[in-house]
Antibody, heavy 118, light 109 residues
Framework: EVQLVESGGGLVQPGGSLRLSCAGS????????MTWVRQAPGKGLEWVAN????????YYVDLVKGRFTISRDNAKNSLYLEMNSLRAEDTAIYYC???????????WGQGTMVSVSS | QSALTQPPSASGSLGQSVTISCTGT?????????VSWYQQHPGKAPKLIIY???KRPSGVPDRFSGSKSGNTASLTVSGLQAEDEADYYC?????????FGTGTKVTVL
């Protein structure tokens, strides 16, 4: 079974840092583009960042550029999101997703909640 | 990059059809045939139901169909069933990034 499991969310103060992880299983992780998408409480989906199979291409939504870093470890079948200088507006459920179909996210994790508050 | 525009809500009776629009620009929806649609039930992760404007992933019922004209994409749910009540989001590739729609809550009457 293809599966993605996120972890690492929690409560952090404004200006703080957090590292999210996403473990993939049931598929060839190293063959897939991977993505982070977030959803603020009661709001819609927002694409955050993605990267290609070997990590040579990374793209970010403007709102997080310079503060968030996407990375992966194909040996561990894992995707990461390093989040620095966190703001209240970064509060959201963060989902990792797989791009196995052309320009679409065919598999999603259950999400991990990040709360930025003092 | 601004979010794609969707109506906040849509509704239809059991067995009827509902169509949701997703309006963007020539830099996203109109420029690429890379529009996808996602269904999200409360408290759950999104689920892909349409990709590349009209294609359905394996396991998605053919009651779900997609189309596009110019800068506007559409999702039609035919033969509405109770379990179709959910939030629906469109998404488009923009050449290097992605943008989602504002979301539409579908109610089955």
């Amino acid at each position: 079974e293809v599966q993605l499991v996120e972890s690492g969310g929690g409560l952090v103060q404004p200006g703080g840092s957090l590292r999210l992880s996403c473990a993939g299983s049931g598929f060839t992780f190293s063959a897939s583009w991977m993505t982070w998408v977030r959803q603020a409480p009661g709001k819609g989906l927002e694409w955050v960042a993605n990267m290609n199979q070997d990590g040579s291409e990374k793209y970010y939504v403007d709102l997080v550029k310079g503060r968030f870093t996407i990375s992966r470890d194909n040996a561990k079948n894992s995707l990461y999101l390093e989040m620095n200088s966190l703001r209240a507006e970064d509060t959201a459920i963060y989902y990792c997703g797989r791009n196995n179909l052309p320009y679409a996210f065919d598999t999603w994790g259950q999400g991990t909640m990040v709360s930025v508050s003092s | 990059q601004s979010a794609l525009t969707q109506p906040p809500s849509a509704s239809g009776s059991l067995g009827q059809s509902v169509t949701i629009s997703c309006t963007g620009t020539s830099r996203d929806v109109g420029g690429y045939n890379y529009v996808s649609w996602y269904q999200q039930h409360p408290g759950k992760a999104p689920k892909l139901i349409i990709y590349e404007v009209t294609k359905r992933p394996s396991g998605v019922p053919d009651r779900f169909s997609g189309s596009k004209s110019g800068n506007t994409a559409s999702l039609t749910v035919s033969g509405l069933q109770a379990e179709d009540e959910a939030d629906y989001y469109c998404s488009s590739h923009t050449g290097i990034k992605y943008v989602f729609g504002t979301g539409t809550k579908v109610t089955v009457l």
